[in-house]
């Protein structure tokens, strides 16, 4: 009933028809995407690692996340949903997951359910790394929802930096709610010969 | 009296307090006008935004369908609500069907619009809210005094007291660290607990039915991914058609609401959990009359920023609770004569008119030009005093005539440097009453020219 009332007061006061204007593209900054991309990021209060193979990847991961939950790893994401109720996933400390894209000018990372078997993950952990393809990364979010090429389903977002709040007089303090700590791991492919 | 001068003499008189609130505003302004220059085509990025709200609004009924049918096709379940009441009904109704009675709600002006919280409370359900400038203000019972940093009003101190009561942090301490770890802590466990998770809407996209929420803190994903139930609660004007023009709105967002090139999170929804529940619940109050309305209509194009607020003198320099509506402000004093043009008939004129604020406002809205307009609006209403219409009545005679224009003035500058002090200052003077009067010249500008320039006059070849 109600949307019928709402609908139709709408449509009484029917206005001039306005177009919708054209997909926009904005011209944007030169400069290498990458660098831009590190460069904001570590402004909104991220930090960046970088490695130029997925051997070194691996190794980095290995040696200085040791004890972290890699979500890359599939048999670990299949087998996740048997435990996964709130207060184990409150145990996490570190958790590693593959970032899809990266957005040059905010520094910002888009993940969906693809990359966590449950959607606390990204939030309830202490430390999240993201670990991101070079190629990957676009120069604005015009480019970036084009990358998703309007399939997004379920849940996804866009992460930029470490949770943070400011509301205490205008203090910025990281670690409101969610990632206290955000590592973007950015690996380069250099074995194209 | 509970007009805008009245409580913004209030917040003035503690002088520190209002000066740190200008100063912390106007730095937030400026940390946007630095994220502004830094985008390049920033100019066309807001007439893209508006252009898109424009249209949209244009056809609202139309995408308003569409996100539902989009919507329903996810998995999530949507409601109508035509007005405050109905809204807070439909959240009531949920609740009480599933046996729910641990609530967290993230940010959302328009339920504190609605008043979901007094009402759910009265019903005995508690509901916490989760973002920390929010979670500050409800422990302390006070409405917010901005809409994107609701606890602006308050320093440290305070804070410190409140959680050491509220919360058993520890005495006198005042690190901001510490307090906001303090409510992590504190709101982690309402999380955890929590069986319905409330969110507002800063986005609704049509051609596939998400829902869009920006925060920097995650308190709108912590709660809606621990519940099992989300209910999200949108303005009908939320909606845009695209999802490509999702682009063009996370980029002005943050840039103007706080300076920053994106919120933390931008978050899409679409589908519930497994096992869970997902609500929409679209909302009207008064919303669809204003789309009628063509010299206000604009003011629904808003996208709740705040940069209006950060920039404006009169906001800065009264604070958020002397506009005693939910949103304060340039856009709440559009906003608010809507929903009840006796109780806020103040509000259009406390502003300088400056204009900044349209000048800031990422989508373009004519805040100014409406504040102007609703002037006129109210004042043919009787919104204005007997004294300051007539007062208008005389000016108005004596600036159409050159003669009477000419002898006021000499009367003025006679009566200014002879009167006694008391009859100056009088009750009438409101200038006055904070301020001296300038400095009265000898002549005015007009016997200063002829006598110095005018043709045939000594000076006159210059």
């Given at each position: 009933m109600d949307r019928n009332k709402i609908l139709l007061n709408i449509q009484r006061s029917r206005i001039k028809p306005v177009n919708l204007p054209e997909p926009f593209y904005s011209a944007e900054k030169e400069g290498d995407k990458t660098t831009l991309f590190k460069e904001i990021l570590l402004q909104t209060g991220g930090d960046c690692i970088e490695v130029n193979s997925t051997e070194k990847l691996n190794s980095?991961?290995?040696?200085?996340?040791?004890?972290?939950?890699?979500?890359?790893?599939?048999?670990?994401?299949?087998?996740?949903?048997?435990?996964?109720?709130?207060d184990s996933l409150e145990r996490l400390k570190t958790v590693i997951l593959?970032?899809?894209f990266g957005v040059a000018?905010?520094?910002?990372?888009?993940?969906?359910?693809?990359?966590?078997?449950?959607?606390?993950?990204p939030f309830i952990n202490e430390e999240l790394v993201l670990c991101l393809d070079a190629k990957q990364i676009v120069r604005n979010m015009h480019e970036a929802y084009l990358r998703t090429d309007n399939a997004i389903s379920g849940f996804g977002v866009f992460i930029s930096g470490p949770s943070k709040t400011s509301d205490i007089e205008q203090h910025l303090v990281y670690g409101a709610h969610g990632a206290k700590k955000l590592i973007v791991v950015i690996s380069h492919e250099t074995n194209l010969v | 009296m509970t007009n805008h001068a009245y409580k913004a003499a209030r917040f003035l008189k503690n002088e520190e307090r209002a000066t740190w609130h200008d100063k912390t505003l106007w730095m937030v302004r400026k940390k946007r006008d630095l994220m502004a220059l830094?985008?390049?085509d920033w100019e066309e990025l807001r007439e893209q935004a508006s252009q898109i709200k424009r249209h949209s609004l244009s056809k609202l009924d139309d995408y308003l369908v569409q996100f539902e049918e989009q919507a329903i096709n996810n998995g999530a379940q949507v409601h109508w609500a035509s007005t405050a009441g109905k809204l807070n009904e439909i959240v009531y109704q949920i609740i009480k069907e599933n046996n729910a009675s641990r609530i967290v709600k993230s940010k959302s002006m328009l339920t504190e619009e609605c008043g979901l919280n007094p009402f759910l409370e009265k019903r005995g359900i508690e509901i916490i809210d989760t973002d920390l400038g929010e979670r500050i203000i409800q422990l302390k019972r006070e409405p917010p005094s901005h809409i994107v940093m609701p606890a602006i009003h308050i320093k440290k101190e305070e804070i410190s007291e409140l959680f050491h009561r509220e919360l058993n942090s520890e005495e006198g301490n005042t690190d901001p660290t510490y307090l906001a770890a303090t409510a992590r802590l504190h709101l982690r466990q309402k999380f955890l607990e929590a069986e319905v998770a409330i969110t507002g809407v800063n986005f609704a996209v049509a051609e596939n039915g998400a829902v869009v929420v920006c925060t920097n803190e995650g308190n709108a994903d912590m709660g809606v991914h621990a519940a099992p139930i989300q209910i999200h609660c949108m303005g009908i004007e939320k909606v845009i058609p695209r999802l490509s023009d999702l682009a063009v709105f996370t980029r002005l967002l943050a840039r103007s609401a706080t300076g920053q090139?994106?919120?933390?999170?931008?978050?899409?929804?679409?589908?519930?959990?497994?096992?869970?529940?997902?609500?929409?619940?679209?909302?009207?109050?008064g919303r669809s009359e204003l789309i009628?309305?063509?010299?206000?209509?604009?003011?629904?194009?808003?996208?709740?920023?705040?940069?209006?607020?950060n920039t404006c003198p009169v906001y800065r320099r009264s604070g958020g609770h002397s506009?005693?509506?939910?949103?304060?402000?340039?856009?709440?004093?559009?906003?608010?004569?809507?929903?009840?043009?006796?109780?806020?008939?103040n509000l259009p004129f406390a502003s300088s008119l400056c204009g900044s604020c349209s000048d800031v406002c990422p989508v373009k809205i004519n805040i100014h030009g409406q504040l102007y307009r609703w002037r006129q609006d109210l004042s043919q209403q009787g919104a204005r005093s007997p004294i300051k219409k007539g007062i208008m009545k005389v000016s108005g005679k004596i600036l159409a005539s050159d003669k009477m224009y000419d002898w006021s003035g000499k009367v003025a500058r006679w009566c200014i440097k002879y009167l006694p002090r008391v009859l100056i200052y009088n009750r009438l003077n409101t200038w006055g009453r904070e301020r001296e009067l300038p400095e009265v010249p000898r002549e005015s500008f007009k016997e200063w020219y002829n006598k110095n320039f005018r043709e045939g006059n000594k000076n006159g070849q210059k």
């Open positions: 980095l991961l290995d040696n200085n996340f040791r004890g972290a939950t890699d979500l890359r790893r599939n048999e670990l994401f299949k087998n996740f949903l048997s435990y996964s109720n709130k593959e970032g899809q000018e905010n520094g910002s990372i888009w993940i969906d359910d693809s990359n966590f078997p449950n959607r606390l993950i | 830094d985008v390049p090139p994106i919120t933390t999170y931008t978050s899409h929804y679409l589908n519930p959990k497994p096992g869970g529940q997902m609500h929409i619940i679209i909302v009207d109050n009628g309305k063509e010299d206000y209509r604009d003011s629904l194009k808003c996208i709740r920023c705040g940069a209006c607020m506009y005693h509506y939910v949103i304060p402000g340039p856009i709440g004093s559009i906003l608010a004569p809507h929903s009840n043009s006796k109780e806020f008939e």
